[in-house]
């Protein structure tokens, strides 16, 4: 279960799972930031800013691309109020 505030490493994760015939996601796209992952903060004393450098570049072996259009969960529930999701996954979990 995820919604539009899952983003980076949790990405990751559910891409990762979403690989096995066992795991059904649930809830509305991510955030869509997925690519860069981890980021570390590096002071520009000189010009007195602070700028984020990526730790990482993830590189996918398909052509999808998720950056700020999220991971699409197979069953959508965008339209689903929040406080449902739970019991409707459950349900689902019951067939």
């Known amino acids: ?13 559910i891409l990762q799972a979403s ?16 690519s860069y992952g981890d980021w ?8 007195n800013i602070w700028v984020a450098i990526t730790t990482k570049k993830m590189i996918f072996k ?5 950056e700020c259009i999220g991971i699409s969960p197979d069953k959508d529930l965008k339209y689903t109020n929040e406080n449902e999701w739970l019991k409707i996954i459950l349900e689902q979990m019951e067939k």
């Open 1 to 13: 279960m995820f919604n539009r505030n899952t983003a980076s490493t949790a990405e990751g994760f």
């Open 19 to 34: 690989k096995s015939k066992k795991v059904q996601t649930y809830g509305e796209n991510s955030a869509g930031a997925v």
């Open 40 to 47: 570390m903060p590096i002071e520009l004393s000189d010009l």
């Open 62 to 66: 398909s052509n999808e691309d998720f």
